[in-house]
Every structure is written in C-alpha cells, then in structure tokens.
C-alpha cells in the first residue's frame, strides 16, 4: 500500500463524483486530506464519514481570495503537500451558440482557479522540496468533442499548463501532472441522453464506464513518493478509449 501518512492534501471539488473517492482512497493511506468545494454541509458530511485526520473549507474556487484562505486554513495541518487540482464544471453548447458567459465560466472553474491555486502553493512546495499537484484533465483536453470548445480549451490548457509549471519545479523535488479520465459514472455523466451514454459505451473497448475509484488509484500513485521520476505528463485513464 502506498504510504501517505506523513502528507497533508487539499482535494478540491471534494463533494463530487470523482473527489469523493479521491478523499477517501488517500484518506485510507493515511494522508491529512483537506477537502474544499462550494456546499460546506456536503463538506461536512464527508468530514465525517472519514474521520479526524479530515478538514473542510467551502469555497468558491473562483474567488480571489480562495487559494489564500485554503493556505491559511492548511496552516494547522503542517501546509498542503499535495494539490489535487480536481473541480470542473460542463456548459455545453455547439460554438456557434456559445456565449461568453458560458466560455470564460468554464474557463475560469477548470483553468484559471486551478493556476491560481498552484501559484499560491508553489512558495511552499519549494521551501519544503517536496510536492505533488495533480491536475483532473479530461480525454477531452487531448482529442476535442463537439458541443464543448470551452470545456476541452480548459482541459487541454490544463495539460499544456502543466507540462511548464513540471518544468519550472522539477529540480525542486515537485512533480506536476494530469490524469486525463474517458467517460467516468459521475453526476456529471447521469444526466447525458442514454443515446449519447450508448455512443461513448460503443467507443470503449472495455464497454463500460469507468468508476470514480478508477481515477482515484491513480491519483494515489501520483501523490506518492512511488511517482517520483515521472512529471509533466497526462495519464489516460479510459478503458481504452484513447490509445496513446
Ligand atoms: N465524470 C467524467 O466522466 C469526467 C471525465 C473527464 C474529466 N472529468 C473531470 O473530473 C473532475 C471531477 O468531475 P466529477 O465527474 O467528479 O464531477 P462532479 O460534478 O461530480 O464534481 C465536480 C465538483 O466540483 C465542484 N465545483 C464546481 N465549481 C466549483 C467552484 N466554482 N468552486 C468550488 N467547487 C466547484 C462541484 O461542486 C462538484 O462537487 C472535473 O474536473 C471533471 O471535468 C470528469
């Protein structure tokens, strides 16, 4: 098992599908999780189905202020170690129809909070020598879907970002990366057409979607010294969908 217990890790969109798991799995090998997202009653659910090595603070990640007051928060704990850079948000429409609102909202949730964050973290990792971010990027960051220009922008943007900040840390003990899931079983996926759940299922040699505790074990390994020799890359994690 991997072994976590020396680490403290600021999950965010910690009350969704794929977060949840997240909290949990590096809950079970001992991390200190700090679990941020917009609703603190679900926060404080979680909280409480793991137990007192976690913490939560609701935010809105978009907020100026937001990666300050998580540092602050963080502060008792011995600082963040590990980022897990995991809120997203979907607001589809072919482009032709997609207002600006729309674009720079998801732009703003999955690409910029996520830079900001990392920005205000870096000083610590690097005093420290030591640090992991992992990014939530999407197979839609690397090959586009129609209907979401702004989303696969943010994801992709996510990767391409990624890849710099590796660069600029990577003698500092910090690793940066991104897991890049298909089609997982999230509230973000329940309420696709079950025409469209059909297509995506006929495009995955496993024929099935993937679960949120297939994303959060490798999110595992990421935030492990296990993973130390590998930065700046996306890892795939879709059943087959995208072979690489
Ligand atoms: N489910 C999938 O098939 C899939 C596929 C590829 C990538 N992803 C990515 O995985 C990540 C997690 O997705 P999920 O499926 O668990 O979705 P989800 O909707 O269940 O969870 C996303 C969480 O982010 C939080 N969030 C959204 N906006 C926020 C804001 N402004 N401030 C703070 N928190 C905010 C939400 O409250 C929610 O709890 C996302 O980045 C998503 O893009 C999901």
């Not at 502060?75 to 207002?99: C, H, Q, V």
């Not at 000083?123 to 020598?129: I, L, Y």
């Not at 220009?149 to 840390?169: D, F, H, P, R, W």
Request: some cysteine.
């Amino acid at each position: 098992m991997l072994d976590l217990t020396q680490r403290t890790v600021l999950i965010t969109g910690a009350t969704g599908g794929i977060g949840r798991a997240i909290a949990k799995t590096l809950y079970a090998q001992g991390a200190t999780v700090i679990l941020t997202d917009i609703n603190q009653e679900r926060l404080d659910g979680l909280v409480q189905d793991l137990g007192e090595r976690a913490h939560a603070l609701a935010v809105n990640i978009t907020d100026k202020e937001a990666p300050k007051s998580l540092l602050k928060f963080s502060e008792p704990f011995g600082g963040i170690d590990i980022l897990i850079n995991n809120a997203g948000i979907t607001k589809d429409t072919l482009s032709m129809r997609m207002t600006d609102e729309m674009w720079n909202q998801v732009l703003s949730v999955n690409l910029t909070a996520g830079f900001h964050l990392i920005r205000e973290l870096l000083p610590q990792m690097m005093k420290k020598r030591w640090g992991r971010i992992v990014s939530m990027a999407s197979i839609v960051g690397v090959i586009g879907n129609l209907g979401q220009a702004n989303y696969a922008a943010s994801k992709g943007g996510l990767i391409a970002m990624t890849k710099s900040i590796a660069q600029e840390v990577a003698s500092r003990g910090i690793t940066a990366n991104c897991i890049a899931p298909g089609f997982i079983a999230t509230p973000m996926t329940e309420n696709l057409p079950d025409n469209v759940k059909q297509a995506m299922l006929d495009r995955i040699p496993m024929k099935r979607m993937g679960t949120p505790q297939d994303i959060a074990n490798v999110v595992a390994f990421l935030a492990s010294d296990e993973s130390a020799y590998i930065t700046g890359q996306t890892i795939n994690v879709n059943g087959g969908m995208l072979m690489l």
